[in-house]
């Protein structure tokens, strides 16, 4: 019945009817919760449907039951990506990449340290003290400065001493 269940499924997916997909892996798990390949299956039903969170939560559960199972991790790792959890995404593809010789793997590991970087460099870009100069009518009421101490941004806001009022 649960394999039924899951062909349905599968056709679901392929006639990209993701949430109907999603829906009758589930009833399908409810059969047979012991079955890797479901949750995986899941799992990339629930990244085509933007659910990433979900998806991270079945592929732990395919790898849960069944270690060695690559595409688990593939699918693990694209949810990570999204959520744009870089870090994790890339350790998540090392680990299935190790376990499958597949290009995906490569390509996604890729752009994790492409991502890994370009967020290295925005942060980096970030620690040099910056004042905010408002407009001249606002300045003499207001300075904005913002400063990096020990590796958090803070805000802080100085008020001019003479402030005017009408």
Not at 100 to 111: C, G, P, Q, V
Request: include cysteine; proline fraction near 1%.
């Amino acid at each position: 019945m649960a394999s039924e269940i899951a062909a349905k499924a599968q056709n679901a997916f392929v006639d990209d009817d993701f949430e109907s997909a999603a829906d009758l892996y589930t009833q399908a798990i409810e059969l047979n919760p012991n079955d890797a390949d479901l949750f995986a299956d899941r799992a990339q039903a629930n990244i085509k449907l933007g659910y990433f969170t979900e998806a991270v939560a079945d592929a732990n559960k395919a790898i849960e039951l069944d270690p060695s199972m690559a595409k688990a991790y593939l699918r693990k790792g694209t949810a990570f990506l999204k959520l744009e959890e870089y870090y994790s995404a890339k350790a998540t593809l090392e680990k299935g990449s190790s376990l499958a010789n597949d290009e995906r793997f490569s390509k996604l590991i890729k752009e994790c340290e492409e991502l890994i970087a370009e967020e290295n460099c925005d942060l980096g870009s970030s620690e040099s003290n910056t004042v905010i100069q408002l407009s001249d009518r606002n300045s003499e009421n207001l300075k904005v400065a913002v400063e990096q101490q020990n590796g958090t941004h803070q805000r802080k806001e100085i008020s001019a001493v003479n402030s005017k009022y009408r």
